[in-house]
Structure formats: C-alpha cells, structure tokens
C-alpha cells in the first residue's frame, strides 16, 4: 500500500465524502465474490472488490478521524498485556454487553456515527438474511500491530454464528486454520521434517483482504476454526477493519 497515497487520502474532507448517496450497488457487487467450503458446515465467502475505491477511501478517512479508538490492557494466561492493535465497540440498544480477556468495551451507538450504519446497510444488502446488529472496529497502526489466533465462538453470538469482515486502508494478510482434534494431536508426534514437506494443507487457509473487500465466515466456522491477522517483518500503513456480528438478545 502506498503510504503517499495514504497520507493525501487522509487529507481530503470525510464530512463532505461520506455524506453522498451510494453510487454502487451492493447486491450486484457481491456477485464478484467467491466461496469456499471448508468441510463439516463451515464457510467463507470473499469479494476481495466489495465497496469501490473512492468510498472506501471516503470511509477509511471519516473512521480514523472520528472513531475514539482506544488499546484497552488485558488479562492473558495471568499477564497484563496491552492488546496490539486499537479498538471500539458499536451496540443497538438494549444489548447484554461483551466481554473479553478482563476488558469490556463501552458499547456506543450507531447513531454516533451515521456513516457506519451506511456500510451496515450496504452489508445488509449484499447479505440477504443477515441481521447484524453489532460491530467490534480495530485499527492496525503499522506490522507490528495484530490479532492472535482466535475464534468468535463465545455463547452470546449462538452456535453458527455469521461475521461479515469489511477491511479499508493497507491490505493484510488473513489466516485460517482448523482447531486440533484428538486425533490431529496425536499426529502431531511424527517428526516435524515430515509435517512440514506436507503441502496444499487443507487445514489453513489464507486471504489477502484488499482496501474495500468483504469476507464473511458463516455456518460451524467458529467452532471448528481460528483466525489471525499476523504481525509482519515489511513496514505497513494503517488498516482498519470492521467485523460486523449478531448479538443474541
């Protein structure tokens, strides 16, 4: 991602640029994408060109400006540690709050940021049946910003929970691999020049989430996966994503 480009796109004004109307069509956008059936009921869906450039840049600037990020400390294994990327929280109204590793977020609303219920909308359309209704944010400062492995199986977002991933800014490399079952576990005695000349490894996955894409994990995803967004040795500008979910009341 061009850091140049960056830095002019950031100096444009996001009030005048999100307040247009949408000149795309999220319906037929979603038509580029492409599914991928991981086994056993889980699936991920992807539009590496969901929202057109201009708009994504338009969002990306009025996010970073407005949105009060925060980089809370958590509680991990008895440590203190200050989790590597900042974060914010979007809640409807009347919704049991969230939790994780010792922190829970203020939850605003959507009507503190209109634009974000904009991109909600337009996810919406382009998902029919979806029904989100919150929205965790993080903001990527640079490579040495990321996310752990990890999935999203807590019980407040059901059993088959969907999550429709938006990312706008520099594009980052996104990491699937299966949960180890007892089986796998044992397997994993044989030595480990042998696992590593095993390739075309069904059990990982990996997408390159590109300035303005889409990717949704829907159906047994989260109990059967995890997913990171890993740290990486090339300098980087911003990235920040959006991960919308459905809280169950």
């Excluded at 850091?3 to 795309?24: G, M, V, Y």
């Excluded at 904009?118 to 029904?131: E, T």
């Excluded at 989260?222 to 300098?235: C, I």
Aim: hydrophobic letters at 35%.
């Amino acid at each position: 991602m061009n850091s140049l480009r960056l830095k002019l796109k950031a100096n444009a004004d996001p009030e005048a640029s999100t307040s247009k109307p949408l000149e795309f069509d999220p319906s037929e956008s979603v038509k580029k994408g492409e599914s991928f059936d991981l086994g056993h009921g889980s699936e991920v869906f992807h539009v590496p060109r969901f929202f057109p450039a201009d708009q994504s840049w338009a969002w990306f600037d009025y996010i970073n400006k407005h949105v009060p990020w925060s980089r809370p400390t958590l509680r991990i294994f008895g440590r203190r540690l200050v989790q590597p990327r900042d974060s914010c929280y979007i809640a409807a109204e009347g919704l049991p709050a969230i939790s994780y590793n010792g922190h829970t977020p203020r939850a605003y609303s959507w009507g503190d940021f209109p634009p974000l219920k904009d991109i909600l909308d337009a996810v919406h359309k382009a998902l029919p049946g979806s029904r989100f209704n919150s929205l965790v944010l993080n903001r990527y400062d640079g490579n040495n910003d990321y996310v752990s492995w990890h999935s999203d199986d807590e019980m407040l977002y059901g059993p088959t929970p969907e999550i429709a991933s938006v990312t706008f800014g520099c594009e980052r490399e996104f990491l699937l691999r299966k949960k180890p079952s007892k089986m796998s576990r044992a397997s994993d005695d044989e030595p480990k020049s042998k696992r590593l000349r095993k390739s075309h490894d069904p059990d990982q996955h990996s997408f390159v989430l590109k300035h303005g894409s889409l990717l949704v994990m829907r159906g047994y995803t989260q109990r059967d996966w995890l997913h990171s967004v890993p740290k990486r040795v090339k300098p980087m500008s911003i990235r920040i994503n959006l991960t919308f979910r459905c809280v169950l009341p």
